[in-house]
């Protein structure tokens, strides 16, 4: 079991084989293909930076470059990383409330944030 600090809220996350079955049973759909998801993001997101690079765009403007052409991405990786963080903080405490409940709970959702990374980490780690 670890922690994670979601929007200044301490959450205790943890995952097994029961995680791979309740993520079917919640989401209806299979855990990997989420993970599939995360992985094709930040392989894209790598692509485009150095893309970025090659073309000559100042380092100071690749921020706001990227944001564009990853925006057909970012709905479908916020999604997967929502769901897998929800996921792990269920199995490690079944008694939370729903999922869009936890959703209302995060008032600010960046791609950046360190949750994010904590929780794509904690997946690989555990099911990769």
Known sequence: MREILICDKKCKIDANAYTYMQYKNIFGKGLFSDIQIIKMFF??????????KESGVQEENIEMELQKGLLDYIDDFIGAITRLAYIFIYTADNTIKSYEEFLKEIPKLSIDDDWVIEVTEFAVEKFC
Do not use: C, D, F, T
Request: aromatic fraction near 0%; hydrophobic fraction near 50%; glycine fraction near 0%.
């Open 43 to 52: 392989a894209k997101q790598a692509e485009e930076i150095r893309l970025l």
